[in-house]
């Protein structure tokens, strides 16, 4: 099986079609000024000039969704005695995501880890997972919020995809980078690469250079422990955060989740849906008490948890793909490079103060 095509830019509709009679194809929309995945219309043309505004995450975890329904009957005769049904609800279907960036796809290796990890397998995330492709649109030209390569990933990373397109003179170069992407190109809508390959990497050597050099990021674990106390350096860097969540809901690797009931007399369903960590109720307890008070509190666990805390339980992985749209995307501009790099320095400067 070739491992690399080419595909036409007016074949596109057709080929998403194609691939839509067997999977549910999700491809990026604009809708009300986002761009977000949708299922992809027949003959529909998806938003590939720029990275979509919402990340992929929701293919695969639900902004909300069904985890089981519930019914429990009473015994008329003995009303403390009752029966309770328990009726999972894991549906997976084919999917294909296409047109993500290789950042957003990345974040998957992040919830892989704990949604998967061997403790706590999450049966409908692995459903899911199992059911989905990503065909990768990997980057050509980069903003000024993107920091992919300070966390080890690129513009053409292939982390977590199945095929990676590449825009070129004309059309595309598909490049299969798994197995199951292999089959994705057995298509006779697609013709031989050519020497398209020598272009696409090209054009993605210009994007790798136009991120500038990579900060090291390697002393940021330790360094955000260090200052777990200081609460003076968190109220300084969350002074103008809102604590509006936008940052968490669309972070590729945001993972956070809240539970809820939805009843109807003695029966139910049970809901997953996104948290957030950057609310005040998020860990609200019962009796009033809140561990994290502050927005202080709440910015340094969230930046604490991407580069400090999951990267010391999982082998130093990063749990942030620098695709910045928590800082495009900020009513008012927190940086979360600016708050890891202040850290870095704040921690050295205290260290030689002692
Ligand atoms: S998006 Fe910005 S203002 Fe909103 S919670 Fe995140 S850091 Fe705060
Ligand atoms: S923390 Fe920000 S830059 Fe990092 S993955 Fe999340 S949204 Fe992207």
Redesign the pocket.
Same mark, same amino acid.
């Not at 009473?74 to 294909?96: G, Q």
């Not at 002074?239 to 669309?250: E, I, Q, W």
């Given at each position: 099986m070739a491992k690399e095509k080419y595909l036409k830019e007016e074949q596109l509709p057709a080929w998403l079609s194609e691939l839509g009679r067997t999977n549910r194809v999700l491809a990026p929309r604009e809708e009300g000024g986002s761009i977000v995945f949708r299922p992809c219309a027949d003959g529909e043309v998806p938003v590939l000039a720029t990275d979509s505004t919402a990340s992929p995450k929701a293919a695969i975890f639900p902004a909300s969704h069904e985890l089981f329904s519930f019914a429990q009957e009473k015994n008329p005769d003995d009303p403390e005695k009752a029966s309770l049904t328990l009726t999972p609800k894991i549906e997976a279907e084919p999917t294909v995501v296409f047109g993500a960036r290789p950042c957003g796809v990345r974040g998957f290796l992040i919830f892989d880890r704990v949604y998967q990890g061997e403790k706590f397998p999450d049966p409908y995330y692995k459903a899911a997972r199992e059911k989905t492709l990503f065909i990768t649109q990997t980057c050509t030209s980069t903003e000024n919020t993107c920091f992919c390569n300070w966390v080890g990933s690129g513009p053409d990373d292939p982390a977590g995809s199945d095929v990676l397109l590449t825009r070129v003179n004309g059309g595309f170069l598909l490049e299969a980078v798994s197995g199951r992407g292999e089959a994705l190109l057995e298509s006779p809508l697609l013709s031989d690469a050519g020497d398209r390959a020598k272009e696409a990497k090209a054009a993605r050597e210009e994007a790798r250079k136009s991120l500038g050099e990579a900060r090291d990021l390697s002393a940021a674990p330790k360094s955000l422990l260090a200052l777990f106390n200081d609460q003076g350096f968190w109220e300084d860097v969350s002074a103008k +955060? $809102? %604590? &509006?969540?936008? &940052?968490t809901y669309l972070c590729p690797t945001c993972y956070c989740f809240s539970i809820t009931d939805e009843t109807k007399g003695l029966s139910g369903k049970r809901l997953r849906s996104w948290d957030n960590c950057?609310s005040f109720q998020f860990t609200l307890e019962a009796s009033g008490h809140n561990p994290r008070p502050t927005k202080a509190h709440r $910015?340094k666990n969230r930046v604490g948890h991407k580069f400090s805390y999951y990267p010391t339980l999982h082998e130093g992985l990063l749990a942030c793909c620098g695709c910045g749209r &928590?800082i495009k %995307? +900020?009513? *008012?501009s *927190?940086d979360i490079r600016e708050i890891v790099l202040r850290a870095i320095e704040h921690a050295k400067a205290q260290e030689v103060s002692e």
């Amino acid at each position: 099986m070739a491992k690399e095509k080419y595909l036409k830019e007016e074949q596109l509709p057709a080929w998403l079609s194609e691939l839509g009679r067997t999977n549910r194809v999700l491809a990026p929309r604009e809708e009300g000024g986002s761009i977000v995945f949708r299922p992809c219309a027949d003959g529909e043309v998806p938003v590939l000039a720029t990275d979509s505004t919402a990340s992929p995450k929701a293919a695969i975890f639900p902004a909300s969704h069904e985890l089981f329904s519930f019914a429990q009957e009473k015994n008329p005769d003995d009303p403390e005695k009752a029966s309770l049904t328990l009726t999972p609800k894991i549906e997976a279907e084919p999917t294909v995501v296409f047109g993500a960036r290789p950042c957003g796809v990345r974040g998957f290796l992040i919830f892989d880890r704990v949604y998967q990890g061997e403790k706590f397998p999450d049966p409908y995330y692995k459903a899911a997972r199992e059911k989905t492709l990503f065909i990768t649109q990997t980057c050509t030209s980069t903003e000024n919020t993107c920091f992919c390569n300070w966390v080890g990933s690129g513009p053409d990373d292939p982390a977590g995809s199945d095929v990676l397109l590449t825009r070129v003179n004309g059309g595309f170069l598909l490049e299969a980078v798994s197995g199951r992407g292999e089959a994705l190109l057995e298509s006779p809508l697609l013709s031989d690469a050519g020497d398209r390959a020598k272009e696409a990497k090209a054009a993605r050597e210009e994007a790798r250079k136009s991120l500038g050099e990579a900060r090291d990021l390697s002393a940021a674990p330790k360094s955000l422990l260090a200052l777990f106390n200081d609460q003076g350096f968190w109220e300084d860097v969350s002074a103008k +955060c $809102l %604590s &509006c969540g936008a &940052c968490t809901y669309l972070c590729p690797t945001c993972y956070c989740f809240s539970i809820t009931d939805e009843t109807k007399g003695l029966s139910g369903k049970r809901l997953r849906s996104w948290d957030n960590c950057m609310s005040f109720q998020f860990t609200l307890e019962a009796s009033g008490h809140n561990p994290r008070p502050t927005k202080a509190h709440r $910015l340094k666990n969230r930046v604490g948890h991407k580069f400090s805390y999951y990267p010391t339980l999982h082998e130093g992985l990063l749990a942030c793909c620098g695709c910045g749209r &928590c800082i495009k %995307s +900020c009513p *008012v501009s *927190v940086d979360i490079r600016e708050i890891v790099l202040r850290a870095i320095e704040h921690a050295k400067a205290q260290e030689v103060s002692e």
